[in-house]
């Protein structure tokens, strides 16, 4: 069984572990990258923490690069 993912819309919330599968790594790798500031934190609504896509599709097309937050 299979699943999309619609990356059209540019300003979607992506959670926690959409932003890890797409980078192809695990959660614990990606706060990592986080605390070592190669990913700005995640913006947070109550307890739900998420990145816009644009800045998602930013990390992944960089190579290997430090982003800084927006």
Do not use: H
Not at 9 to 36: C, G, H, P, W
């Amino acid at each position: 069984m299979g699943f999309t993912i619609d990356l059209t819309n540019t300003e979607r919330r992506v959670s926690t572990a959409e932003f890890a599968l797409r980078m192809n790594i695990s959660e614990k790798e990606l706060y990592q990258r986080i605390k070592d500031g190669r990913i700005q934190s995640p913006i947070k609504d109550g307890r739900k923490n998420f990145w816009l896509n644009s800045y998602v599709l930013a990390c992944i097309t960089s190579s290997g690069t430090y982003l800084k937050p927006l």
